[in-house]
């Protein structure tokens, strides 16, 4: 049983991980939560289980603690339990401290003081001052390291809460001898620069503050969460606030030192962090001096972590010259041009490398435009080991062929040999490219260009060879149209006043044009289309020739008749654009000859229509409107502000129609429809009657043919909503569309209705659900419709619930079978699945008091429609549910001297709660009909009248 518990959580918090929405849906965040604590209290469950629902918490505690009231009695609750764990149980112990912190924190309990955050806090602070480890020590510094990242994580999300804690936190560093003083040793570096921080953020004897602060051993500092600091990261001097003060700061400096003395005994992680924190305290005390890194230098020059050399990059930002010299920056360059070459490094390493030296902060201003510049250091003679090659994977290549352009192009103007290898690199691309290279060295190829372009487009003597080589190149593979369109369009963005775009352009225009009709095809032509409507965008390139081009290929080729839609779309792309050319006018006759061409050549109606529609535009529209018409976007100037004719005016209010138009509140409501109980006897006509052995046989055969017994019909009456414009009163075409909230049902189909009048009777419509585990669910509801002025709306209804009882349909047997065979089928059902394994079936008895009532008037009001039979001698009564898609739900109903028993037998034990629930729905109305009954003696009309009491 502890096995079948613990692979049914598994599953649980395997859903609710993979979509806490999805999983809640059928269910509520408090009632998950309860059933995750009633769990955790459960002394049978084992220590896996419990972390298992532990992660949880852990994971989404905002979804399952979503106010600070229920994240503090979540939070009392998991202290309690921590407090009755045995102390063996150290791993349960630690998630139970990290599931406590992400509760406090993410619930906003530390903002308001909670009970429980306080506690919470001395649990934790007397976790690190244990220091016995109770004679086991390498297992109880687990749960100490625990403590102490719970309370660093405090700390950095309420900077300052352990300002008054400084010379405890310090001494247990101090005595910690074992790997966990590097976790004492990071938070009390952590404590003390936020507690510097908000000590500067004061006004007014801050040397004593501050030598208060380092002796402080007082309670956690509340206050400060009041006012919560922000974080703050050091990216320059301007943003790191400055602590002023007098003193020497002995004591402080003295800290710092030894902490700097210490730090080759963390973890190069844990050797970062200190870093950062100390760089940060330094730059925010001015008596302190960044020379007290300088020991710390050499050592962090050496190393190959890329974590520490974050951190030292870190102080050449903050400290600049105060720290490093021109021989320790001449080092550092050297030290990172030979890391981003490294034979051992992995490439993600070496192009990080390449960044740094990028970015490397130099001791002099930064350019106006706010960019850096390459350090002057950088000189090409340092760069030659890192000039690219055909070898190098694309990432490292692109980044070399950057860092080498920026070197050269600040180099001496007469010395190109540096320009000339990076074009010849070039060159070696295109080669690769032009002899059908892999999809990755094309994209490379096109990426090296554009970085070429980005540094040396003022270079006339390499840009001319560029374009010649990449025309070339188109010659030969059209397919990289897509690629030379893209380099166009990023070469005009980033190279405003380059005309080299624009030189491209037209000599692939010229190509283009130029090619004889016997080398073209189909799938070329259309390539070649997509560059001239590239080029018929540009106002300085005359269009003449592209017209011409186009014109002779559709007269003299079989384009029209096999082209297609596509290759038919294309061309008009092309005289789309020209359309809104400047030069217009010089190419009008060519231009209306070629539409009024595929007017009537083009096999494609769609075409034709199209081409009729432009040649009608161009021929009758001025060029003002003819920009207006065409014009995208909402930003086309006064030509699309003004009417321009009168097709504009029409359009206008055309456009109002064919817009859905969103109603400001809901317009529709959907009402379930209350159907009437049947009341008719349990007949004895002339029924087919089964063998006792052929009717569950024959009963599941039917389940065989497709779609047996799968729909449920939800009845509901669509009606107005009160209070509504008269606008709404009349709607025409009413299509419902309904959306899932969860993955237990299939998609449902749209619902239609003809009209609905607020004066009229309500129409009723059936919703098809098709259950795939019947469960409870809520479908959201919108609907568009028609009001009688021919506008279209959108709105919104109220969620339709689809409650556990809607779901019920009686026994899905043929009318045939007799009252005998239904009750055989019935007492075999449940004896199969009383002997199915407990791990689908279930069985379970539910009691309840019937008082004054009549049990068979209660079965008749709220079971008849799935009852069997019924024995009035014995009050036996026996009732069947079928779920679909092909679930069961047996019950026995008994009449005992004090209590009514209904036991239950189902083939689905997932829906045991839901039964339950139901049934204390149906008695909790008898049991309130009975307390609201008064009996009264009599009553005369000519009496006083007589007073009762209801209690």
Not at 681 to 687: I, P, R, S, V
Not at 706 to 722: A, N
Not at 725 to 738: A, N, P, Q, T, V
Request: with cysteine; aromatic share 8%.
């Amino acid at each position: 049983m502890a096995t079948t518990a613990a692979s049914s959580w598994s599953q649980k918090i395997s859903a609710f991980s993979l979509s806490p929405s999805q999983f809640l849906s059928s269910t509520t965040s408090e009632c998950f939560l309860a059933e995750l604590l009633h769990e955790l209290r459960d002394d049978k469950a084992s220590e896996n289980t419990k972390i298992l629902l532990l992660s949880a918490l852990q994971e989404y505690p905002n979804v399952l603690c979503p106010s600070p009231v229920v994240g503090e009695e979540t939070a009392l609750d998991l202290l309690a339990i921590f407090s009755q764990t045995p102390p063996r149980f150290i791993n349960l112990k630690c998630h139970l401290m990290l599931a406590l912190t992400n509760i406090l924190v993410c619930s906003s309990c530390l903002d308001k003081q909670a009970n429980a955050a306080e506690s919470f806090l001395d649990l934790l602070f007397e976790t690190v001052q244990d220091t016995n480890d109770h004679k086991d020590g390498q297992t109880f510094r687990s749960l100490r390291a625990v403590a102490c990242d719970c309370l660093r994580e405090v700390e950095t999300c309420f900077p300052g809460m352990l300002s008054q804690k400084l010379e405890a936190l310090y001494l247990l560093k101090q005595q910690e001898m074992t790997p966990l003083h590097q976790a004492y040793c990071v938070l009390y570096t952590l404590s003390l620069k936020n507690a510097i921080h908000l000590l500067s953020q004061q006004s007014g004897g801050v040397d004593g503050d501050l030598k208060g602060m380092l002796t402080g051993n007082e309670g956690f500092a509340w206050k400060v969460i009041e006012n919560p600091l922000p974080l703050f990261q050091v990216s320059s001097m301007e943003q790191i606030p400055v602590l002023q003060t007098t003193a020497d700061c002995k004591e402080l400096k003295s800290i710092i030192s030894l902490l700097l003395e210490e730090s080759y005994l963390l973890t190069p992680v844990f050797q970062a962090a200190l870093l950062r924190e100390l760089v940060e305290v330094v730059a925010m005390v001015q008596a302190l001096s960044p020379a007290i890194f300088k020991s710390q230098l050499l050592r962090l020059f050496g190393t190959v972590e890329v974590t520490l050399l974050h951190a030292t990059l870190l102080m050449k930002a903050v400290f600049t010259d105060s720290l490093f010299t021109t021989e320790d920056e001449n080092f550092f360059i050297k030290r990172l041009v030979g890391m981003a070459q490294h034979p051992l490094l992995s490439n993600p390493q070496k192009l990080f490398y390449m960044e740094c030296i990028l970015h490397f902060p130099e001791n002099r201003p930064i350019s106006c435009n706010g960019e850096e510049s390459l350090p002057v250091l950088v000189t090409p003679r340092l760069a030659t080991s890192l000039l690219p090659t055909v070898f190098n994977d694309s990432s490292t290549m692109l980044g070399r062929l950057r860092l080498l352009s920026l070197v050269y192009m600040e180099a001496d103007e007469d010395d190109d040999k540096g320009v000339s290898y990076l074009f010849d690199h070039l060159m070696a691309l295109h080669r690769i490219v032009d002899n059908h290279g892999t999809r990755e060295m094309t994209v490379t190829f096109f990426r090296a260009a554009f970085t070429f372009l980005s540094y040396f487009y003022h270079s006339e003597k390499f840009i001319s060879d560029l374009t010649g080589r990449l025309c070339e190149l188109y010659s030969r593979h059209c397919y990289l149209a897509p690629n030379i369109n893209n380099l166009v369009d990023r070469a005009q963005e980033c190279l405003g006043e380059s005309s080299w775009p624009i030189q491209l352009l037209k000599a692939l225009q010229t190509r283009i044009v130029e090619l004889p009709l016997p080398q073209l095809t189909l799938q070329s032509f259309s390539w070649h289309l997509k560059v001239l409507g590239r080029v018929a965008r540009e106002g300085q390139v005359p269009q003449r020739n592209t017209l011409c081009f186009l014109l002779r290929v559709l007269i003299n080729s079989s384009v029209c008749k096999a082209g297609g839609w596509q290759l038919g779309n294309a061309v008009l792309a092309v005289c789309r654009n020209l359309l809104l050319h400047p030069s217009l006018d010089q190419v009008f006759i060519e231009l209306a000859d070629l539409l009024q061409h595929m007017m009537h050549h083009y096999e494609e109606t769609d075409i034709q229509d199209h081409a009729r529609f432009y040649y009608t535009l161009l021929t009758n529209l001025s060029r003002e409107k003819l920009s207006g018409v065409l014009a995208k976007g909402p930003d086309v100037g006064p030509a699309k502000v003004r009417s321009l004719s009168s097709i504009m005016a029409e359009s206008d209010g055309l456009s109002s129609c064919l817009t859905i138009h969103q109603t400001k509140q809901s317009v529709l409501q959907l009402v379930k429809v209350q159907e009437s109980r049947m009341h008719e006897a349990l007949g004895e006509g002339k029924y087919m009657s089964l063998e006792n052995e052929e009717v569950i046989k024959v009963y599941q055969e039917q389940f065989l043919s497709p779609g047996f017994g799968s729909e449920v019909i939800l009845k509901c009456h669509l009606t107005h909503m009160e209070d509504l414009e008269e606008l709404y009163h009349r709607l025409f075409s009413i299509c419902l569309h309904f959306d899932l909230t969860d993955s237990n049902y299939d998609e449902v189909s749209d619902v239609t209705v003809p009209c609905l009048f607020k004066d009229r009777k309500p129409p009723v419509i059936q919703l098809k659900l098709k259950p795939r585990q019947p469960y409870p669910t809520c479908l959201r509801a919108r609907a568009v419709f028609t009001t009688e002025d021919g506008m279209s709306w959108y709105t919104k209804l109220d969620d339709v619930s689809v409650a556990f009882p809607d779901i019920f349909l009686p026994l899905p047997v043929k009318l045939d079978w007799s009252q005998e065979s239904k009750e055989q089928l019935f007492d075999q059902i449940w004896r199969c699945t009383c002997s199915e394994e407990p791990s689908q079936s279930a069985t379970s008895l539910y009691c309840f008091e019937l008082r004054d009532h009549s049990l068979c008037d209660l079965i008749e009001w709220n079971f008849h429609p799935y009852l069997i039979s019924k024995d009035l001698k014995q009050d036996l009564y026996k009732v069947l549910f079928f779920l679909p898609p092909q679930c069961h739900v047996l019950l026995k109903i008994t009449n005992a001297e004090d209590a009514v028993q209904v036991g239950i037998v189902t083939d689905n034990w997932k829906l045991l709660p839901y039964i339950n629930s139901y049934l204390q729905n149906i008695t909790n109305k008898i049991e309130k009909h009975a307390e609201t009954a008064v009996d009264v003696p009599f009553c005369r009309i000519d009496d006083v009248p007589c007073e009762i009491q209801i209690k």
